[in-house]
């Protein structure tokens, strides 16, 4: 463990397959959740330094009329190309890495969770003591990426793509929730987890 007082446990897993609903799980539990995601969104507003370099390498084309990433556009570009996510990617990354960084070292909870996408694609795996990858049939992921969202079959099917196999990342897992039934049974394989790891 990095530090005998803090549990980290990282979740992750393929795009829609249920990882925030997993750490919600985890957050009422009473655990302290640090939402990668969240943080990326931060370190592209217009008063970061980041905002500028996004602009610099992608045009002033990705901005909305009130001067914000239109992450959509955004989005549409760095997943028509590789190299254009690597490039999004090594803009952002360092910095959401160093504020994840930051929010572990000054928290006082007992256990940290951090809910990351890219988990596993940026690293981040070597700050975890733990690592849950939530999976899902793909039929199911297919699905709930078309219920929340307007992306058609083969942009879902591109974007999984672009990232590390879920299978792949099954294997580097200390644990795995099946997140394809009801939430009651990823709830079940939650609690469980967290019986193994930590008393409450």
Do not use: C
Not at 54 to 78: E, P, S, Y
Not at 132 to 142: L, P
Not at 170 to 194: H, M, P
């Amino acid at each position: 463990m990095h530090n005998k007082k803090k549990i980290i446990i990282g979740i992750t897993g393929s795009f829609g397959s249920g990882k925030t609903t997993v750490a919600r799980i985890f957050k009422s539990f009473g655990s302290k959740v640090i939402d990668a995601d969240k943080i990326a969104h931060k370190v592209i507003s217009p008063e970061s330094k980041i905002y500028k370099k996004i602009i610099d390498a992608f045009g002033k084309n990705i901005l909305k009329k009130n001067t914000t990433v239109d992450r959509d556009k955004l989005a549409k570009i760095v997943f028509g190309k590789k190299k254009f996510l690597s490039r999004l990617n090594n803009i952002i990354h360092p910095e959401v890495i160093r504020t994840i960084k930051d929010e572990i070292k000054n928290s006082k909870a007992k256990v940290i969770v951090l809910d990351a996408p890219l988990l596993i694609e940026a690293g981040l795996e070597k700050l975890v003591d733990k690592l849950i990858v939530v999976k899902i049939t793909r039929e199911k992921q297919i699905k709930r990426i078309q219920n929340r969202t307007s992306l058609s079959k083969a942009e879902i099917l591109g974007r999984i793509g672009f990232q590390i196999p879920l299978k792949d990342k099954v294997r580097l897992a200390d644990f795995v929730i099946d997140n394809s039934g009801t939430i009651e049974e990823t709830k079940k394989q939650a609690e469980q987890i967290r019986r193994l790891l930590w008393k409450s």
